[in-house]
């Protein structure tokens, strides 16, 4: 398969029909992104959150923009692969709340009912490949995902992949589970030192944004686990901002 052309790298869109988490992490792109748009008139859906009193990035789920969704993918040309839900996370453990025709409304959705929604767009587009990402994989535990709905755990250091890819193999049902080592934090990470069993495909990239590039010890780290996925057969997709900072070429694969 050839480079895509998303900012991502590795898909062809993203889409949103939910968004927002409560995982606070201090280095997540879309967290910052929702509080400096979230007094933006053109940024709708932040901004309405912020003006009901709730944070600009509280969970909140559209179905109107799940059903445009879907008829986009409808009317597609050729097969996409589909990052959905990239500024939320789909295993969180929290309600959300809904938007109706006219905005924001006090519809609270248990979260069940929004991977349920998902999972049905999904069962729906054969043709498209769907990928999900937590940072909780327990969240998604229960749900038979269709073939094309390629799911998986987002990693920053060691103990997080230790402790959630074990959690994602046992608890997740899914043909495809991946990991994304990004931000890769820990300049120390022991690929050796997880068990990749049951891992189909693997991301890692740098911290992004200003100043926020790897160091040679990051880049080194991201060696390991190219080379450990070699080893073992796992195709690797190695981001841009390490190819910027290294110069060098690195893998850009994807799962069958």
Not at 31 to 46: D, L, Q, S
């Amino acid at each position: 398969m050839s480079d895509l052309k998303h900012p991502i790298g590795y898909c062809d869109e993203t889409a949103n029909p939910f968004h927002g988490c409560e995982h606070d992490c201090p280095f997540c792109f879309a967290r910052r992104f929702a509080i400096r748009h979230g007094g933006n008139p053109a940024v709708r859906g932040y901004r309405d959150l912020k003006m009901a009193g709730l944070h600009p990035f509280a969970p909140a789920f559209s179905q109107a923009k799940l059903d445009a969704l879907s008829e986009h993918l409808r009317r597609a040309r050729q097969p996409r692969r589909v990052f959905i839900g990239d500024m939320g996370d789909l295993g969180g453990d929290w309600d959300y709340r809904a938007y109706g025709a006219l905005g924001l409304t006090d519809e609270i959705m248990p979260a069940d009912h929004v991977r349920e929604a998902v999972r049905l767009l999904v069962s729906e587009h054969e043709r498209h490949t769907f990928l999900i990402l937590t940072k909780n994989p327990c969240g998604l535990a229960g749900i038979r995902w269709p073939a094309n709905a390629h799911v998986g755990t987002s990693v920053s250091d060691t103990a997080e992949a230790w402790m959630r890819c074990e959690r994602l193999v046992d608890s997740v049902e899914a043909q495809v589970r991946w990991v994304s080592v990004e931000p890769l934090l820990d300049a120390a990470f022991d690929a050796e030192a997880v068990n990749w069993a049951g891992i189909r495909w693997v991301v890692v990239g740098f911290q992004t944004g200003p100043g926020r590039d790897g160091t040679i010890e990051h880049m080194r780290a991201v060696e390991r686990i190219v080379d450990l996925c070699a080893r073992d057969g796992v195709p690797c997709f190695v981001k841009d901002n390490v190819t910027e900072f290294t110069g060098r070429t690195w893998p850009r694969e994807f799962p069958a």
